[in-house]
């Protein structure tokens, strides 16, 4: 797409990736990426996609370190993975031989678009300024209306006739 005519006295939109509110709110995990840390940590970014209320299409992202070569900080990302599972009553398991190919091989897509509710927290982070962070996961209190899947949502296409400058998402650490 071409733009024309950039006027640089228009005002800067807002960004899309504002914090939303302390509060709980009802998600589905939208995607997942492992990605090794430079320490050699796994790392798991996770999306969350609010899926009800006011910031209905909001988008919250989490790290969660659950290999990590620190003990402490291991077992803390994996209580928070099991946190995130039994929220969704999820089962199986999520086998991982310390390699990060095994590791995709064997994604999260199986509890994707399974409602939760997630608790979100305002930081302020020296480096990026105020932003969310997802503090606890729970089951869902009441059964909110979820997307069949991830390709056939269409809340994400752009339509010119909205306004798109507020309203959007939250970016934690």
């Not at 990590?68 to 031989?97: P, Y």
């Not at 990060?100 to 999260?108: G, H, P, Q, T, V």
């Not at 932003?131 to 009441?142: E, M």
Request: proline residues 5%; glycine residues 6%.
């Amino acid at each position: 797409m071409v733009v024309k005519n950039f006027n640089t006295s228009d005002p800067v939109p807002k960004s899309n990736f504002e914090p939303i509110p302390s509060g709980r709110y009802m998600a589905i995990l939208w995607s997942d990426r492992k990605t090794i840390s430079k320490n050699g940590n796994v790392v798991l970014n996770l999306t969350f996609k609010i899926i009800d209320g006011e910031y209905k299409g909001s988008t919250v992202f989490h790290k969660n370190n659950f290999l990590n070569s620190n003990s402490i900080s291991s077992a803390m990302g994996q209580r928070e993975l099991l946190e995130l599972t039994n929220s969704v009553n999820f089962k199986g398991s999520i086998a991982f031989d310390g390699s990060i190919e095994k590791l995709n091989e064997s994604s999260l897509s199986e509890i994707y678009n399974k409602p939760l509710e997630i608790q979100v927290i305002l930081e302020d982070n020296l480096q990026f300024g105020i932003q969310n962070k997802i503090t606890g996961f729970f089951p869902c209190s009441s059964t909110p209306s979820v997307p069949k899947t991830q390709t056939e949502d269409t809340s994400f296409k752009t339509d010119t006739s909205k306004d798109l400058t507020s309203g959007w998402g939250a970016r934690t650490t």
